[in-house]
């Protein structure tokens, strides 16, 4: 299966939505991207890039469609631009590559 069509995005999208109707604030992009790598993690099929490219689509049109803290025009384009950087970071960390849970 390739990345998400736009229609696939949205049914996806609605049930995130729900969760931050009453505005998002910055904190919740550590909320947001996990709930969307779960998403397409259950995708049976879908390359590696594919799951990437659908994530930040996913967190794109959830991040169009609340109220984030300040001017919307301003912090929507900032917050989207962190979330590639916050996937790379859980990817890294599910590989164990920080050790944090490591018994010494
Ligand atoms: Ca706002």
Do not use: C
Not at 53 to 67: E, G, K, P, Q
Not at 82 to 101: C, H, L
Request: glycine share 4%; aromatic share 8%; hydrophobic share 45%.
């Amino acid at each position: 299966m390739a990345a998400f069509t736009q229609e696939q995005i949205e049914q996806s999208a609605k049930d995130i939505l729900v969760e931050f109707e009453d505005g998002f604030q910055f904190a919740d992009i550590f909320k947001l991207v996990p709930k969307a790598m779960k998403i397409v993690e259950q995708v049976q099929g879908m390359s590696s890039e594919d799951k990437k490219t659908t994530a930040i689509n996913l967190i794109d049109y959830v991040l169009d469609h609340v109220d984030v803290p300040g001017p919307d025009f301003i912090v929507t384009p900032i917050i989207k631009a962190v979330a590639p950087y916050v996937i790379e970071v859980i990817i890294a960390a599910s590989k164990g590559e920080f050790g944090i849970n490591v018994k010494s």
